[in-house]
């Protein structure tokens, strides 16, 4: 069938189990084509983010890590279309293409075996291979040596009919596509694109690598050592008041950790080697919490539908939980107290990871609504390294050779797991869970959001202390949590070069920009919120009938 391209239809459940493995492709989509990246892994870049897209649509993800330049080598990586099987349409390359034969997959399984020889037709001759890379990339694949696309333009969307699938493809497909992540779709727009452009401009005229900082690898060290120095100080000075002081500080150091080495280097955004990119992720399994679960939650879930109820798992609420976050969740009498109690529960966050949080995803698959990727070997073994390795420096090694007594010893693993989970708690809920940004629902049978992207982050996002050099480095550049969403891949060190560009495009545009003249004010506001959210009873959907 010269000129006839071989197109696969993949379904949301099909999708799910593509990430990648000895006998799967590892696909993602990205505006509603679908694309195997497996070949593209290793040479990726921003290093192994890339392995969060698997499975998933990760369009919103793609966007804010790259530029225009990036989307014409999609093109290279396209084997289909997403599809809805109940509606039996899809979302395709544009207008003026070749006919296209199309291959619904029913599950893995089905592709498998027409992958090793015994379906009917050949793969198309573009499509890249489980294992190889692309055609004329097999030598190095770079954005250098990149001659563009062939004859299609992969960003573009268009709604195809296609025929309705069979009743056993679709019962088959109807069962896969149950239980999925929820995926929220945004209105285009050129706002980012502009932010984007002017954003690399100065870049490029200021000679600044965005994932490169002198200062940040200087940070790097001096919270490393002062890990170790109020670490051993807390559990073996001979001195009681010492060890109180270095049991908060240790807290905080480790805190440090989390804000800006990991931060940094688990969005992509600190160095271009990668195993210095991978040792500085690593940095959180070490002192408590997953780097894996991290990206799985903050990467996925909080950077791709920040603040959109039911999608965003920094908000998401349990059954009769501790706290409400928005009016669309469930209240109950005690919510009107939780601006009194929240604070002293903040304490309890970071012991709530590393001990009840990562092993309940690990044991369930997922976090909220987020369905955690497969674990490689490396990062299992990272996983558990991790969680041993703090176990027995903070607990095991002190238990049995601490200086301090039994009861002062339980006040300092007190005092270290209540001051990591208040610095990381107050810096993050200060960004996005106040009464002055937005929080987003969308349209349940769709996922339609009425708004841009990039807009909705600054609609449901806050800065605090712009010019601000302490809280620049204390905060990890959460203080401009505007730019590091718009950013996500640059190291936060550049951040103030970059949010007056932001704010100036936001002026011209029309668009709103929140910025709290101090920490303190944005943590008065937190908690003004949460005492107006929790007093306030607003029927939500799932106290309704």
């Known amino acids: 069938m010269e000129g006839t391209a071989k197109i696969l239809h993949v379904s949301r459940g099909v999708l799910k189990d593509a990430q990648g493995g000895p006998k799967s492709p590892m696909w993602t989509v990205i505006h509603g084509n679908v694309y195997d990246i497996g070949a593209w892994v290793d040479r990726h870049p921003g290093g192994d983010v890339i392995r969060v897209a698997a499975g998933r649509d990760a369009t919103w993800l793609f966007q804010s890590y790259h530029g225009k330049h990036v989307e014409a080598i999609l093109d290279q990586f396209y084997v289909g279309k997403l599809v809805d099987e109940t509606h039996g349409t899809g979302v395709g390359h544009g207008e003026g293409e070749a006919k296209e034969e199309k291959r619904t997959i029913t599950s893995l399984e089905t592709w498998r075996k027409q992958e090793e020889g015994t379906h009917v037709e050949e793969p198309a001759e573009d499509a890249p291979k489980e294992g190889t890379a692309p055609p004329e990339r097999n030598a190095k694949l770079t954005h250098a040596n990149y001659r563009g696309p062939a004859n299609r333009d992969g960003m573009k969307q268009t709604n195809e009919r296609r025929s309705s699938p069979t009743p056993i493809e679709h019962e088959v497909l109807g069962k896969a596509e149950q239980d999925l992540e929820p995926v929220a779709q945004y209105q285009s727009g050129p706002f980012y694109d502009e932010l984007k452009r002017r954003v690399a401009k100065d ?92 990206k799985q939650q903050h990467v996925v879930g909080h950077h791709a539908y920040t603040n959109v109820d039911g999608m965003d798992p920094d908000i998401r609420v349990g059954e009769k939980d501790v706290r409400r976050v928005t009016k669309h969740q469930p209240w109950y009498p005690y919510h009107a107290f939780q601006h009194l109690y929240l604070g002293w529960l903040y304490s309890l966050l970071a012991i709530k990871s590393f001990a009840i949080d990562d092993f309940l995803a690990l044991k369930t698959g997922r976090i909220g609504n987020v369905h955690i990727n497969k674990m490689t070997l490396a990062e299992r073994q990272i996983f558990w390294a991790g969680k ?114 932001v704010k100036q495009l936001c002026e011209e545009k029309g668009v709103k920009y929140r910025v709290f003249p101090s920490f303190w004010t944005a943590l008065q506001a937190h908690f003004r919120y949460m005492k107006h959210v929790g007093s306030v009873k607003v029927p939500s959907l799932a106290t309704i009938g």
């Open 388 to 501: 041993s390795f703090y176990f027995f420096c903070v607990y095991m090694l002190p238990g049995r050779m601490s200086t301090a007594g039994w009861t002062e010893l339980l006040l300092l693993w007190a005092l270290n797991e209540a001051f990591a989970g208040w610095t990381l708690a107050f810096l993050f809920q200060v960004a996005h869970v106040v009464g002055e940004v937005d929080f987003i629902k969308a349209n349940e049978k769709t996922g339609n959001v009425d708004r841009e992207w990039a807009i909705a982050q600054l609609e449901t996002t806050a800065d605090f202390s712009h010019g601000s050099s302490f809280w620049l480095h204390v905060s990890g550049g959460l203080n401009h949590q505007v730019v590091h969403h718009l950013f996500p891949g640059i190291c936060h060190t550049h951040y103030p070069r970059i949010a007056p560009i």
């Open 203 to 294: 870049m490029r005229q200021n000679g600044l690598n965005p994932r490169k900082s002198t200062s940040m690898y200087v940070k790097t060290a001096l919270i490393l050592i002062s890990c170790v120095t109020t670490w051993w100080s807390a559990f073996f000075s001979p001195f009681r008041a010492l060890r109180m002081l270095c049991a908060a500080l240790l807290g905080f150091c480790r805190a440090q950790v989390g804000v800006s080495i990991q931060h940094d280097a688990n969005h992509g955004a600190y160095s271009r080697n990668k195993l210095a990119s991978t040792i500085a992720g690593a940095s959180l399994d070490f002192v408590g919490a997953s780097s894996f679960m991290w």
